[in-house]
């Protein structure tokens, strides 16, 4: 059964860095596109950052520069760096793939906040 446990989020000062890792399970990264999303209060989950099996990767326009997508294919993992955070990246972080897959994990909290 696919699965997805989302790490490393917490709470930071604007411009600081997070890095998220992302455990696959059920899922082969490698032959994937992996991607991260996140889900704002009062917002609907959006798409952050992916990555082709080719290691292609595109990012929303609110995070270009500032966020970068990467596997761990021998450890079956997903990373996403995060640097130079803003309090508009306040949000729950979750990853999956594309096409998305039913079972969302639980993701992992960012807060940034000064």
């Known amino acids: 059964q696919d699965q997805f446990v989302e790490s490393g989020g917490g709470l930071v000062q604007p411009g600081e860095s997070l890095r998220l890792s992302c455990v696959v399970s059920?899922?082969?990264?490698?032959?994937?596109?992996m991607a991260w999303y996140r889900q704002a209060p009062g917002s609907q989950r959006e798409l952050v950052a992916r990555?082709?099996?080719?290691?292609?990767?595109n990012y929303a326009d609110s995070v270009k520069g500032r966020f970068t997508i990467s596997t761990d294919n021998a450890k079956n993992m997903v990373y996403l760096q995060m640097n130079n955070l803003k309090p508009e990246d306040t949000a729950f972080y979750y990853c999956?793939?594309?096409?998305?897959?039913?079972?969302w994990g639980q993701g992992t909290q960012v807060t940034v906040s000064s």
């Open positions: 059920g899922v082969v990264v490698r032959v994937r596109t």
């Open positions: 999956n793939i594309i096409p998305i897959l039913p079972n």
């Open positions: 990555m082709t099996p080719n290691s292609d990767t």
